[in-house]
């Protein structure tokens, strides 16, 4: 699989994901912050941060296996 076509599956996959799941993913991973400031900027919860995180790596992992 080429850099592109790996991109296009991760964004289809992301698509994928609830608002809530995207967004604590993205700023996980692109961003970088911590439960803490997701959690304030989303105005929820840290254990619901854990949770958004924890659904969406699930979720983009399935999606990513799936040919």
């Not at 076509?5 to 698509?15: E, H, P, T, V």
């Not at 809530?20 to 989303?42: H, K, V, W």
Request: hydrophobic residues 45%.
């Amino acid at each position: 699989m080429n850099d592109r076509s790996a991109n296009n599956r991760l964004i289809a996959a992301l698509d994928r994901l609830t608002m809530a799941q995207r967004i604590t993913y993205l700023l996980s991973a692109t961003d970088g912050f911590s439960f803490e400031a997701i959690a304030f900027r989303m105005g929820v919860t840290i254990d619901d941060v854990q949770c958004y995180l924890s659904e969406a790596l699930s979720a983009l992992t399935r999606l990513m296996d799936d040919p």
